[in-house]
C-alpha cells in the first residue's frame, strides 16, 4: 500500500506526486466521501462526513432514473429484452454519472471537498472497450478543459458519454446484464469443458450461471468474433465507473471479479483461472485486468476533466468498485450470526464466513471487507418486477399490503395454497424459461403429489387476488429458507435492504417462515452507502500504508438497526408443513420443467 496501484494492461501510473491535491489527514478529517450505485434501474448516490454519517437532508442524496431521466435510451426497467437476451446500452452509465453530477452541482453539492469516491454495480454485467475508446477518453480527460480566466472551453458542451459515442468506445455496445438468460449452451460448454460443473464450483465459488460474465464473453467471441477481436479490455459494470473517474483502465477487485467464473476463489491474491480462461475464449487473458485487486485499494485520482468540470479535488481518491451485494455488505456492517434480504430487482440472500464452502446451489463470493473472507450468496431474479406483476396496475402498495394482512381469504399459510412464481427465468432453482402465471399447489397434498394444480381448475380459479398477493410473499421466504439451510446457515437474525424493506406485511412474512427477528437500517440504499464506507476505508488504509480492519472504521458509529418484526411462534408449524411441501417440490424436478 505504499503508492497506488499500476494496473498491467494500461501502463499508466497514477501516482500522488503528480498531483497539485494531494489529500492530507488533516483534509480526510474535514471531507466528504462519496458512494455511487449503478443499479439495474437507476444511479444513486450517499454521501458521508468525515465521521462516517450521511451527509446531506436525505440518505440518498441524488438518484437518475434511467427509464424516466435518460428515455433517449429506450429501455424498460433500465434494460432491452430480446426473449432472454437482456442488455443494457453502455454509454447509458456514463451519461447517468455526468447527469447525476449535474443535479448534485445544481444542488450545490460541495464537490471540492470530496476526498474519496467509490461505486457499487449490479454484478456480473460486462463492458466490452475498444483501443480506440479508451485512448478517446485517456485524451479527453486528461486535457485542460478551461480557457484563459478558468472558463470552461469544451465541458459545458462536450461530455465524456459524448466523446464515447464519437470514438465508439465500446465494441459490444449494449452490455449483457444481471438478467441474461441466453447463454444456457455456454454454461453447459464451460462446465463440461473445465471437468463438470463441481469442479467449476469448487474452482470458482460456482456453478456456471447463465448470468455471469464468462458464458456471457463465450457467447459474444462465438457469435461475434469480430467485436471480439476488436475488444481491448473487458470490465465489470462497477469497474467501468471506477475507469471513467480516473480516466484510465481500472481493475475489477476480487468481490465483484470472483462473480465473473473467471478466477480461483480461494487463491490470495486472487488470480484468474487459467482453466478457465482456456475453456471461455482465445485470448482472454490479454482482455482483462492483470489480476483483481483488493476491494480497498486505490485505482487513482479524480481525473482532470470531473476536476475541472465538478470541482473535484486534484487529489480525490477513486477507490476499488466493486457489485452491489458486496457494498451492501459494508453498507449493513455485517456481524457474525447476520443474515441479509436484499429485495430489489433480484432478490438476493447473503453473509459472511472465513470458509469458502462452494456446492451447486448458490455461490461463494470472495468478501469486499478483507483478505481471504468469503461472502456466500444465494441470488433470485424474480424480486420486485414479480411481486410488482402479481400486484398489478390497479391496486397500489397500499391496497397490497392491506389485501395481505386483512383478507380473509389469506391468513398465513395461505389456506393451503402454495405458489410459485417463474415469470422471469429463474437462477435457483435453475429455470431456463418462464411461465405466464404462478404455479400453484395444495401443500397439504405436496408430499404425496408435488404437481402443480391444473390452472383450469375450480381451485386455481377460485384463487383471490389477495391469496395471490400472499403467494408471492410467501415464495419467497419459503425458498430462502430452504435454499439457506441447503447452505449450512443458520441466522440469528435477518437485516433487509432494498426497495422491499419497506413492506411491514414483507418483513412480517419473514419473522414468520425464517422465526427470526427482522432488522432494518434508516438507509435502505445500503449498496451506495457501502460504497461510501468503503471510500472512506480505502482513504483510511492509503493514509496508514497498510490494510485496517473495516470494522475499526466503523465501530464508532451508534447502530441504526431497527426490529420491525418478531416471530409469532403460533405460525411456526404451518410454516414448516410449507417449507417441507416446497422442499419436495422443487426436489421433483416439476419446476424445472417447460410450461
Same mark, same amino acid.
Given at each position: 500500500m505504499d503508492g497506488i496501484p499500476v494496473d498491467g494492461r494500461s501502463g499508466v501510473r497514477h501516482?500522488?506526486?503528480?498531483?497539485?491535491?494531494?489529500?492530507?489527514?488533516?483534509?480526510?478529517?474535514?471531507?466528504?466521501?462519496?458512494? =455511487?450505485?449503478?443499479?439495474?434501474?437507476?444511479?444513486?448516490?450517499?454521501?458521508?462526513?468525515?465521521?462516517?454519517?450521511?451527509?446531506?437532508?436525505?440518505?440518498?442524496?441524488?438518484?437518475?432514473?434511467?427509464?424516466?431521466?435518460?428515455?433517449?435510451?429506450?429501455?424498460?426497467?433500465?434494460v432491452h429484452r430480446d426473449g432472454t437476451r437482456v442488455t443494457s446500452p453502455s454509454v447509458m452509465f456514463v451519461h447517468g454519472i455526468e447527469l447525476l453530477f449535474d443535479k448534485m452541482r445544481a444542488n450545490g453539492f460541495p464537490f471540492d471537498r470530496v476526498r474519496a469516491v467509490s461505486a457499487s454495480g449490479q454484478q456480473h454485467g460486462s463492458v466490452f472497450w475498444t483501443r480506440r475508446g479508451i485512448e478517446a477518453m485517456r485524451q479527453f480527460c486528461g486535457h485542460s478543459h478551461s480557457g484563459e480566466n478558468g472558463a470552461s472551453v469544451n465541458s459545458a458542451s462536450t461530455c465524456l458519454y459524448q466523446e464515447l459515442q464519437r470514438a465508439r468506445a465500446f465494441a459490444v455496445e449494449a452490455s449483457p446484464v444481471w438478467m441474461d438468460a441466453s447463454t444456457s449452451a455456454h454454461?453447459?460448454?464451460?462446465?463440461?469443458?473445465?471437468?463438470?460443473?463441481?469442479?467449476?464450483?469448487?474452482?470458482?465459488?460456482?456453478?456456471?450461471?447463465? !448470468?455471469?460474465?464468462?458464458?456471457?464473453?463465450?457467447?459474444?467471441?462465438?457469435?461475434?468474433?469480430?467485436?471480439?477481436?476488436?475488444?481491448?479490455?473487458?470490465?465489470?459494470?462497477?469497474?467501468?465507473?471506477?475507469?471513467i473517474l480516473i480516466g484510465d483502465y481500472a481493475s475489477d477487485d476480487v468481490a465483484d471479479g470472483s462473480g465473473m467464473l473467471l478466477a480461483e476463489i480461494q487463491s490470495e491474491p486472487m488470480e484468474w483461472s487459467d482453466t478457465m480462461l482456456r475453456c471461455v475464449a482465445?485470448?482472454?487473458?490479454?482482455?482483462?485486468?492483470?489480476?483483481?485487486?483488493?476491494?480497498?485499494?486505490?485505482?487513482?485520482?479524480?481525473?482532470?476533466?470531473?476536476?475541472?468540470?465538478?470541482?473535484?479535488?486534484?487529489?480525490?481518491?477513486?477507490?476499488?468498485?466493486?457489485?452491489?451485494?458486496?457494498?451492501?455488505?459494508?453498507?449493513?456492517r455485517l456481524a457474525a450470526g447476520d443474515l441479509v434480504m436484499s429485495l430489489g430487482t433480484s432478490d438476493t440472500v447473503f453473509g459472511l464466513s472465513h470458509e469458502a464452502t462452494p456446492t451447486l446451489v448458490g455461490h461463494v463470493y470472495r468478501s469486499p471487507l478483507a483478505p481471504k473472507q468469503f461472502l456466500p450468496l444465494i441470488c433470485y431474479s424474480n424480486g420486485s418486477l414479480t411481486r410488482e406483476s402479481v400486484k398489478g396496475t390497479a391496486c397500489s402498495w397500499s391496497e397490497f399490503e392491506a389485501l395481505v394482512e386483512n383478507d380473509a381469504s389469506s391468513p398465513p399459510g395461505n389456506n393451503g395454497i402454495l405458489g410459485v412464481f417463474f415469470l422471469?427465468?429463474?437462477?435457483?432453482?435453475?429455470?431456463?424459461?418462464?411461465?405466464?402465471?404462478? =404455479?400453484?399447489?395444495?401443500?397439504?397434498?405436496?408430499?404425496?403429489?408435488?404437481?402443480?394444480?391444473?390452472?383450469?381448475?375450480?381451485?386455481?380459479?377460485?384463487?383471490?387476488?389477495?391469496? !395471490?398477493? !400472499?403467494?408471492?410473499?410467501?415464495? !419467497?421466504?419459503?425458498?430462502?429458507?430452504?435454499?439457506?439451510?441447503?447452505?449450512?446457515?443458520?441466522?440469528?437474525?435477518? =437485516?433487509?435492504?432494498?426497495?422491499?424493506?419497506?413492506?411491514?406485511?414483507?418483513?412480517?412474512?419473514?419473522?414468520?417462515? =425464517?422465526?427470526?427477528?427482522i432488522f432494518t437500517q434508516p438507509e435502505h440504499n445500503s449498496a451506495a452507502l457501502g460504497a461510501?464506507?468503503?471510500?472512506?476505508?480505502?482513504?483510511?488504509?492509503?493514509?496508514?500504508?497498510?490494510?485496517?480492519?473495516?470494522?475499526?472504521?466503523?465501530?464508532?458509529l451508534a447502530p441504526t438497526e431497527t426490529c420491525v418484526a418478531k416471530p409469532r411462534r403460533e405460525y411456526a408449524d404451518v410454516y414448516n408443513v410449507m417449507k417441507q411441501a416446497y422442499?419436495?417440490?422443487?426436489?421433483?424436478?416439476?419446476?424445472?420443467?417447460?410450461g
Open positions: 501516482d500522488a506526486r503528480h498531483d497539485s491535491g494531494n489529500v492530507g489527514k488533516d483534509d480526510a478529517d474535514a471531507g466528504l466521501y462519496l458512494g =455511487l450505485d449503478v443499479s439495474t434501474q437507476s444511479i444513486k448516490a450517499v454521501v458521508l462526513d468525515a465521521q462516517g454519517k450521511v451527509y446531506g437532508a436525505s440518505s440518498t442524496y441524488s438518484t437518475v432514473s434511467f427509464d424516466s431521466e435518460l428515455s433517449m435510451y429506450g429501455t424498460q426497467g433500465g454454461c453447459d460448454a464451460i462446465e463440461k469443458l473445465a471437468g463438470g460443473a463441481d469442479f467449476v464450483a469448487q474452482l470458482t465459488g460456482s456453478r456456471a450461471y447463465e !448470468r455471469y460474465t464468462a458464458p456471457q464473453i463465450m457467447k459474444i467471441a462465438i457469435e461475434r468474433p469480430l467485436d471480439y477481436r476488436n475488444t481491448d479490455r473487458i470490465m465489470l459494470i462497477s469497474t467501468l465507473i471506477a475507469s482465445p485470448d482472454l487473458r490479454t482482455k482483462l485486468c492483470e489480476r483483481p485487486v483488493h476491494s480497498y485499494d486505490i485505482q487513482g485520482r479524480v481525473n482532470r476533466y470531473f476536476v475541472e468540470k465538478y470541482g473535484f479535488p486534484a487529489g480525490a481518491l477513486v477507490s476499488a468498485s466493486s457489485g452491489d451485494n458486496p457494498n451492501s455488505v459494508a453498507g449493513l422471469v427465468s429463474e437462477i435457483v432453482p435453475r429455470v431456463t424459461h418462464s411461465y405466464d402465471d404462478a =404455479l400453484f399447489f395444495d401443500y397439504a397434498e405436496a408430499s404425496t403429489s408435488p404437481e402443480p394444480l391444473d390452472p383450469a381448475s375450480d381451485r386455481v380459479r377460485s384463487i383471490t387476488h389477495a391469496q !395471490r398477493c !400472499r403467494a408471492v410473499l410467501e415464495y !419467497r421466504a419459503i425458498a430462502a429458507a430452504q435454499h439457506m439451510a441447503h447452505l449450512g446457515v443458520t441466522p440469528k437474525r435477518i =437485516l433487509l435492504t432494498g426497495g422491499g424493506a419497506r413492506s411491514q406485511v414483507f418483513a412480517q412474512i419473514l419473522a414468520d417462515v =425464517l422465526q427470526v427477528e461510501a464506507l468503503r471510500a472512506r476505508h480505502a482513504l483510511l488504509c492509503h493514509q496508514a500504508g497498510t490494510y485496517i480492519a473495516f470494522g475499526e472504521t466503523v465501530n464508532h422442499e419436495r417440490i422443487e426436489g421433483s424436478g416439476v419446476l424445472g420443467r417447460p
